[in-house]
């Protein structure tokens, strides 16, 4: 399985915009649906968007849909997370996956996946 890795967290005031990244050294995302998850401490790991790979049909669980966008640039081997107007919830460590499985709102590893990354740090507060 393809090796990801993620980046662009780091500390922002509620209300703000954040742009997570999603790549790959050695492969290509382009063959891959992708999605972010985030874990926050005490929670189990939860979907949080994702693409497919022709970048056209998307998926969001529900409290950040209207506020997070993702989208891919297959030409820089990039999958984006833009977080506009966070809050203190969407206080996280975010990880993408590939090859999850999306359906409406539900995003989830699929079944087996194993190949998680680092992560990188949301943190929401003023």
């Known amino acids: 399985q393809v090796q990801l890795v993620e980046s662009g967290g780091g500390l922002v005031q509620p209300g703000g915009s954040l742009r997570l990244s999603c790549t790959t050294s050695?492969?290509?995302?382009?063959?891959?649906?992708i999605g972010w998850f985030r874990q926050a401490p005490g929670k189990e790991r939860e979907g949080v968007a994702c693409i497919a790979t022709n970048g056209w049909r998307k998926h969001y669980e529900g409290s950040v849909e209207a506020r997070f966008i993702i989208s891919r640039d297959n030409a820089v081997n990039t999958v984006y997370l833009q977080m506009h107007n966070v809050k203190p919830e969407d206080t996280a460590v975010y990880y993408c996956?590939?090859?999850?499985?999306?359906?409406?709102?539900?995003?989830?590893?699929?079944?087996?996946?194993?190949?998680w990354g680092q992560g990188t740090q949301v943190t929401v507060s003023s």
């Open positions: 050695g492969a290509t995302l382009n063959d891959y649906a």
């Open positions: 996956a590939a090859d999850p499985v999306c359906m409406g709102s539900s995003i989830v590893p699929r079944p087996g996946y194993r190949n």
